[in-house]
């Protein structure tokens, strides 16, 4: 079974993690979750609430890092998928997770990105010149690195994919699988 990364760390969101995690395993991969170490990380639910001009969070689920970023050997990996909350803020400085984003986009491998996951990428120095959606309020983060932001559910530039917030999920999740699920049977055809 394939292997796909999913990338979270403490206030990753909830529904931008688990959707694709379960997604991932009804397409036939094995979602591997990494994080900065190998322990439980808190998720999230993140959202406005009506009224607040701010996002309020509450605690939701748990989930076990499987691999530490330092851990990740990247070529073993048929895709990656960077979650939202407020994790990518903190996460993107560690070296080995600019090391294996890098390694994502200049392999052409597919990627997915929601919300505040578009904060690795940028910070990594792979959204130059690329369309994203992300949430509004990372527009900015996008764009100061070369990046593009498009207000869609489902925005496909090259091997990526993204959505704006967990809202967009049914829209922008089933496009990367259908790129995960071709990349896979051409490497079953051409090892056949």
């Known amino acids: 079974m394939e292997k796909v990364l999913i990338v979270i760390g403490d206030a990753t969101e909830l529904l931008d993690t688990m959707y694709p995690y379960y997604r991932l395993q009804e397409a036939g991969f094995h979602p591997v979750v990494i994080a900065p170490e190998k322990r439980l990380y808190q998720l999230v639910l993140h959202e406005i609430k009506p009224g607040w001009t701010i996002t309020k969070e509450w605690e939701g ?22 979650s939202g909350g407020r994790a990518p803020e903190y996460i993107r400085y560690d070296e080995n997770l600019v090391r294996i984003t890098r390694h994502f986009f200049e392999s052409g491998k597919p990627i997915a990105s929601v919300c505040h996951g578009v904060e690795i990428p940028a910070y990594a120095g792979c959204v130059s010149g690329r369309r994203m959606a992300t949430v509004a309020k990372c527009k900015f983060d996008l764009e100061v690195c070369g990046g593009i932001f498009v207000d869609e559910a489902c925005v496909i530039d090259g091997n990526l994919v993204s959505g704006r917030t967990y809202r967009d999920n049914g829209f922008y999740i089933g496009p990367w699988i259908e790129m995960l699920v071709k990349a896979r049977s051409e490497r079953q055809a051409a090892s056949a």
Do not use: K, Q, R, S
């Open 61 to 82: 689920y748990t989930l076990d890092c499987d691999v530490p970023f330092a851990d990740v050997n990247e070529d073993e990996y048929a895709g990656i998928f960077f």
